[in-house]
């Protein structure tokens, strides 16, 4: 198809879009105004049902944990595939990692080198306190293995690309992204096994709604979910980074 | 107010489609579908808002405070965090055709493999 017939076909497809899109508007209430009922209805029970004030969490590791289970393995098998895709195709050869591959050789701005090494620690600690506050406060595994991933990522930001290789060896980073994701499966399993529904919440929900003790499986769940999602992380952009550092296309 | 966040959802995704349609760069191409998907955030955030209600978190305001659908901000968390992986994978393909194909036009990968 010529580029000119691919954007007349589109103009018509996002013209029929358009008018069925506006024609839905008139039919939905304004912005502002939401209808209800189903999240009035977690956000009376929620708190009640599980002790945990952060009512996100709650419906993310607990009334849809199922679907969060879902998405966590689309996460893996993503990471997963980038391993897979960036595989060595032929011809090609690992050079060994020196620092001269990272850019310490190259010249880097000494000021973000050190403002990384910087904060380096303070988002480890900042990501740590995301992953193991779901039940709290706006946070989660989600957000907190993210932040974690970020920090190791600032090491090599700060020139230490061998540091940061003997920190999160592929190796251990798979297996530890492989326990965040069958951590999350062996919870719902374990409540099985108690003859209960998968993914019961079968833990004590604390005495006291907001403690960071309370609410049971959800923090447990957030807190296996934030390692799966930072190591995940974490093996996507080394393997990122060995594409452009350390392989090479042969040039014969 | 009214509609005019639904029309800023419809707008961001007829941009990123539009740019989806002439890209004739992978990279640009990704980051058009990133832009696509972004529209769906606005869309969940926008339906699930009340005006004047609180954030659903009950740490230190009255459990009986009318707050804003949890539901959908789950919904717009976990999609946030999926889709940045996804975008990896789609430039390490993007990175692997690159290296195979010496392009990176999808209009000549197309001629390339019929």
Redesign the interface.
């Known amino acids: 198809m010529k580029?000119r017939q691919?954007?007349w076909l589109?103009l018509v497809a996002?013209a029929g879009?358009?008018s069925f899109?506006l024609w839905g508007?008139v039919g939905?209430p304004?912005?502002?105004?939401?209808p209800?009922p189903?999240?009035?209805i977690?956000?009376?029970i929620?708190?009640?049902q599980t002790n945990a004030?952060?009512?996100?969490?709650?419906?993310?590791f607990e009334y849809?944990g199922i679907d969060?289970l879902g998405?966590e393995f689309?996460?893996f098998a993503?990471?997963t595939?980038?391993a897979i895709?960036?595989r060595h195709?032929r011809g090609e050869r690992e050079h060994q990692p020196t620092e001269a591959a990272s850019p310490d050789a190259r010249q880097d701005s000494p000021a973000v080198r050190q403002l990384s090494l910087l904060l380096t620690g303070p988002m480890l600690v900042l990501g740590w306190n995301l992953a193991s506050h779901a039940q709290?406060?706006?946070s989660?595994g989600?957000?907190g293995?993210?932040v974690l991933a970020s920090s190791f990522v600032l090491i090599y930001l700060a020139g230490q690309l061998l540091t940061l290789r003997r920190l999160s060896p592929v190796d251990v980073t798979d297996a530890v992204e492989a326990a965040g994701a069958a951590g999350f499966v062996a919870i719902g399993i374990a409540g099985v096994a108690m003859g209960l529904p998968y993914l019961t919440n079968f833990l004590g929900l604390g005495t006291m709604?907001?403690a960071v003790s309370s609410s049971g499986t959800i923090a447990l769940i957030s807190f296996f979910v934030g390692i799966e999602?930072a190591a995940?992380?974490l093996l996507?952009v080394s393997?990122?980074l060995d594409?452009t550092l350390l392989v090479r296309?042969e040039t014969s | 107010m009214g509609v005019f966040p639904f029309l800023v959802v419809a707008w961001i995704l007829a941009v990123g489609l539009y740019g989806i349609v002439t890209s004739r760069h992978l990279v640009h191409l990704i980051v058009c579908l990133i832009v696509l998907q972004s529209s769906t955030y606005v869309l969940l955030l926008g339906v699930g808002y009340r005006a004047g209600a609180a954030a659903p978190y009950f740490s230190d305001i009255p459990r009986r405070t009318p707050a804003v659908d949890p539901v959908v901000q789950a919904l717009a968390l976990t999609d946030v965090v999926v889709e940045a992986a996804v975008t990896a994978l789609l430039l390490a393909l993007a990175v692997q055709a690159y290296k195979r194909f010496g392009t990176l036009d999808p209009q000549e990968l197309v001629q390339l493999k019929g």
């Open positions: 580029p691919r954007l589109f996002v879009l358009t899109y508007l939905l304004g912005f502002g105004h939401y209800g189903y999240g009035d977690i956000n009376r929620a708190v009640g004030t952060g009512v996100v969490s709650a419906v993310n849809r969060t998405e689309i996460l993503a990471a595939g980038v895709v960036l195709l709290t406060s706006p989660g989600f957000q293995g993210v709604p907001g999602v995940a992380f996507i393997e990122l594409q296309q």
